[in-house]
């Protein structure tokens, strides 16, 4: 069974970046399909960026297009998320999601079978 454990959340300023990291045990990730999610307070579990196991293709949300670039290392068995021009309406838990689904790239949350614990990002404004 693989464990995942995201890394670099924290305070940033807007129009700063963080990048994000997720470190997988137990099983290769290149089996996988990987996931960002962020969950604000009081609102829904959204999809953030996938990426196919081989690192292409990838997807975003439309919010996050242009800001966010996801990539993976399956040698080192991460996966990362740079976010910059980061915004307050960033703020969240962001979550990092194994799939074995055969879709190129998943965007739903139940589609996914592992997840990190979370990692805070606060953007003030």
């Known amino acids: 069974q693989v464990q995942l454990v995201e890394s670099g959340g924290g305070l940033v300023q807007t129009g700063g970046s963080l990048r994000l990291s997720c470190a997988a045990s137990?099983?290769?990730?290149?089996?996988?399909?990987m996931g960002w999610f962020r969950q604000a307070p009081g609102k829904e579990r959204e999809f953030v960026a996938a990426?196919?196991?081989?690192?292409?293709?990838?997807a975003y949300a439309d919010s996050v297009k242009g800001r966010f670039t996801i990539s993976r290392d399956n040698a080192k068995n991460t996966v990362q998320l740079q976010m910059n021009s980061l915004k307050p309406e960033d703020t969240a838990v962001y979550y990092c999601?194994?799939?074995?689904?055969?879709?190129?790239?998943?965007?739903?949350?139940?589609?996914?079978?592992?997840w990190g614990q979370g990692t805070q990002v606060t953007v003030s404004s």
């Open positions: 990426i196919h196991r081989s690192g292409q293709p990838t």
């Open positions: 999601a194994a799939s074995v689904s055969m879709v190129a790239v998943v965007r739903t949350a139940p589609q996914y079978q592992l």
């Open positions: 137990g099983r290769a990730l290149s089996l996988y399909v």
